[in-house]
């Protein structure tokens, strides 16, 4: 997922120079329109850190509910141990 992303931002990267001279070619690109280039290439950037904040994020509470399936089945099977000797008295 990460690399899609790497890939769809390199991509537009590519993309707004190669258009850049043809902007240009055409009565240059105003002050403006650069100031609006630079940031949205900053929220883009933004963007893509949240989400390899939030996969990183994903994975640990995976890692603690995986911990806590094994807590919750070791303790199921002591339970039904225990429940098994009580019944065997």
Do not use: H, W
């Amino acid at each position: 997922m990460i690399r899609r992303f790497a890939t769809i931002r390199r991509l537009g990267v590519g993309l707004a120079f190669a258009a850049l001279p043809l902007v240009a070619g055409c009565g240059g690109v105003s002050q403006e329109e650069m100031a609006a280039l630079e940031k949205q290439q900053m929220a883009t950037e933004a963007a893509e850190q949240k989400v390899v904040d939030l996969q990183a994020e994903k994975a640990g509470l995976e890692s603690q509910m995986a911990a806590k399936k094994a807590t919750k089945s070791a303790l199921e099977e002591k339970l039904a141990g225990t429940q098994n000797n009580l019944d065997n008295e």
